[in-house]
């Protein structure tokens, strides 16, 4: 995939603004990060001045840190002072003009999934001036989300009406100074989504950032915040599954999810960003911290993952389980191929009394991809009755990949039981000669040995989310094998 | 014409030649049985016909239906009709046997050009040959072969067959790990699928399975080639003095 024509380069060739505080109208700011920087962002976005001080504090804090090293993860270095920190909106004049002038490669895909071709404009980023049909969709569905007093909008939109809310949850789950890339989220996010269900209300559909068009180029450093108050339920569809055309190098998305007494929150994710090429060349760092508080007693948070993109993926959907009876659960399906190389896992930090968490990873690598599962399991001494269980699988391909895994284990509570079961196996050229003995091409062949060995994490995938995941993986490993 | 013409064939695995000049002709409805000594390339055949990638044809040409049948990919040797039951079949964990099938049976169906099948009339379909293979149907939602003991895997194989009912199938040592209740069912099986359009090649060790599945014609198989070609009383005859007994030995043997 060839980058589109040298975004960056124009913006950072274009002239110097520094009296830039008035000068709204730039796409993009200078490269770097400072204080100013982070009051321009925040003055651009016309943010209040408590959200200001809470950037500031995360930037001073960050600077502090030390970048982690202990993921098992190889990248040179990033220079966090060549980064361009606020580019949005992107102006149409960077985009490609039509389908012609983007990557035959990502078409590819995109024909394998059976994406309409005005999606597939969309989604490669393509300037089209004509309605959307999904627009007109976005609003009917806007209104009756409306009705039932559930708020979905953009990040930037939920801190100018509902600032009392954002207030109150924004860094409760994932603190300013949890880490080194949220802390680095937290000076500068750009935006991202909001969605707030109120008491007793069962979302009617599932949310996705797809539905919300303006969402698209939320950029490199996301911020989500979903809280879900006491009785109700959501389940929220992040991303993509098609590859998103995207020039960024680092994301250091921050989700947060808060559940109340009896809520549940459902959060899947199909996530394919550019994972570079053959060679190892390019693709994009995913540093994200994703965390849920199952605060109220008898609450659930769910997260399911299909991670098939990315050249490095660092991210570890995790659950604090503090109300009573309250329920954790992470499913996920990690790929790497190629050059890719994927840390993941989760933790699940039983707090409450009769806590129960499952966790079923699959990872799948082929090429010369390397897969860790890291897991941690905390039983503390409060959680009575606690229990765990933990299932991790890893498939490979081929000899020159890797699978490693490391589950971490600490119980306090002499009541609890934590159960853990890991395997891994290979793919075999005996399994896919039998299929295709049978008639099924090779594709197919290791796009069904994959599914059968990821089925449970598929069927906590909604729908129509599973069929594509099921596509995608199929791509994602074509010509690892045969 | 012929339906399985094989002219001097000549494979090899790794460097070591297994195959050295096999000739045999196929007719339509025909069954012929390969018999030989452990070793001598029955099994290497039957691959070798599938389109095993693992062997390399190093000489001669087999015709199938008059194409080139090793230009083809395995599963277009599928797709033309040409079914391999596994003297091991696979385990496929996670993936049920009825999806697998009918798959398999769609790329199949898509082939001879007949319309695809829906799940109802699949599983129609499905349940009328399993009465032939006296399987249970709780098989059908089991992954592909996992955990199946070995007469289960066999008869698995031979239900597929009846499903996916192809112009030649080859069954490699179909028999083995069979008890003798589990061998009259698959052979019953088998049987029940001969037809005059429908050839078969029946490798086997022992000539106890075509007490059950007569032959048209009997070949042995040593060192790589056929050594002898007859009508069913060959297999009694070897039955009764051995391989050895007849002068047939492996070439590995034998040196």
């Known amino acids: 995939m060839s980058s589109p024509p040298n975004t960056i380069e124009t913006l950072a060739n274009q002239e110097y603004k520094w009296g830039f505080v008035t000068d709204i109208e730039a796409d993009a700011i200078p490269r770097g990060l400072s204080e100013d920087v ?40 990033i220079d966090y002072q060549d980064i361009i920190y606020y580019a949005a909106p992107k102006s149409k004049k960077d985009a490609p003009k039509s389908l012609d002038e983007v990557d035959p490669e990502l078409l590819k895909t995109y024909e394998k999934l059976g994406i309409p071709l005005k999606e597939q404009e ?116 992040e991303g993509c599954t098609a590859p998103m055309r995207d020039t960024n190098q680092l994301h250091a998305a921050v989700v947060e999810l808060i559940a109340l007494d009896n809520a549940q929150i459902k959060y899947s994710t199909v996530q394919n960003w550019y994972p570079g090429d053959k060679e190892g060349k390019g693709g994009i760092y995913n540093f994200v911290t994703k965390r849920g508080a199952c605060r109220g007693v008898n609450s659930k948070i769910s997260w399911t993952q299909v991670e098939t993109g990315s050249a490095i993926t660092w991210k570890y959907p995790s659950c604090l389980l503090m109300g009573d009876n309250s329920v954790g659960e992470f499913y996920s399906v990690a790929v790497t191929n190629n050059y890719q190389q994927a840390d993941t896992g989760t933790k699940m930090i039983h707090i409450g009394k009769n806590t129960t968490s499952t966790i079923v990873s699959k990872g799948i690598s082929a090429g010369h991809g390397q897969n860790t599962y890291r897991g941690g399991v905390k039983i503390l001494k409060s959680a009575t009755g606690a229990r765990n269980y933990s299932q991790c699988d890893s498939m490979l391909m081929g000899d020159q990949c890797g699978a490693h895994t490391f589950p971490y284990l600490e119980v306090k509570n002499t009541s609890s039981q934590v159960e853990h079961e890991a395997s891994t196996s290979k793919i075999g050229e005996d399994q896919i000669f039998y299929l295709r003995q049978r008639g099924l091409s090779t594709e197919d062949a290791v796009s069904m ?25 199929g791509i994602s490993l074509e010509g690892s094998v045969g | ?26 007719n339509p409805g025909e069954v012929h049985a390969i018999m030989g000594p452990n070793g001598s390339g029955k099994s290497t055949l039957a691959q070798v016909v599938a389109g095993r990638e693992l062997y390399h044809v190093t000489g001669g040409e087999v015709l199938y239906d008059g194409k080139d049948l090793l230009a083809m990919a395995p599963e277009d040797r599928a797709r033309e009709g040409i079914f391999l039951a596994f003297q091991y079949p696979v385990e496929i964990p996670g993936v049920s046997n009825m999806y697998f099938l009918k798959a398999a049976l769609n790329t199949v169906r898509k082939t001879r050009g007949l319309p695809e099948l829906d799940a109802m009339d699949f599983l129609n379909l499905v349940r009328e040959k399993m009465k032939l293979m006296d399987m249970e149907q709780t098989l059908l939602n089991r992954p592909v072969n996992t955990g199946f003991s070995g007469g289960e895997k066999k008869r698995n194989e031979i239900f597929q067959m009846a499903v996916l009912e192809p112009r030649l199938a080859i069954l490699d040592e179909t028999d083995s790990g069979l008890d003798i209740d589990a061998l009259r069912v698959v052979a019953g099986g088998v049987n029940a699928l001969r037809d005059p359009q429908r050839s078969m090649i029946v490798v086997t060790h022992y000539q106890r399975l075509l007490n059950y599945i007569v032959p048209d014609f009997v070949h042995v198989l040593a060192g790589g080639r056929i050594v002898k070609s007859g009508g069913k009383e060959l297999a009694l005859q070897l039955e009764e003095s051995g391989y050895a007994g007849m002068g047939i030995y492996d070439e590995g043997e034998a040196a």
């Open chain 1, 122 to 237: 969309l989604l490669a980023g393509v300037a089209v001036d004509a309605v959307f049909d999904s627009v007109s969709v976005a609003t009917t569905f806007k209104g009756k989300l409306k009705a039932m007093g559930i708020i979905f909008c953009s990040f930037s939109e939920a801190v100018r009406e509902h600032p009392d809310l954002v207030r109150k949850y924004l860094g409760t789950v994932v603190p300013s100074s949890d880490n080194f890339f949220a802390a680095l989220n937290s000076a500068v996010f750009s935006d991202g989504s909001f969605c707030y269900v109120p008491k007793g209300v069962r979302c009617p559909m599932e949310l996705s950032t797809y539905f919300r068009i303006n969402a698209k180029d939320t950029g490199q450093f996301e911020r989500t915040l979903i809280i879900a108050d006491e009785g109700a339920y959501v389940s929220y569809l």
């Open chain 1, 38 to 77: 982070i009051r321009l962002i925040s003055a651009k976005k016309q943010e209040p001045e408590w959200l200001l001080d809470w950037r500031l504090k995360a930037y001073r804090h960050w600077q502090t840190m030390q970048e982690p090293t202990w993921a098992n993860v190889h990248y040179p270095p």
């Open chain 1, 449 to 473: 040995i994959v599914h059968g060995f990821c089925k449970e994490v598929f069927r906590e995938l909604p729908m129509e989310f599973a069929v594509e995941a099921q596509k995608l993986l």
């Open chain 2, 1 to 26: 014409m012929s339906l399985l013409e094989i002219k001097n064939l000549h494979a090899i695995v790794g460097e070591r030649e297994i195959l050295k000049g096999i000739d045999l002709t196929v």
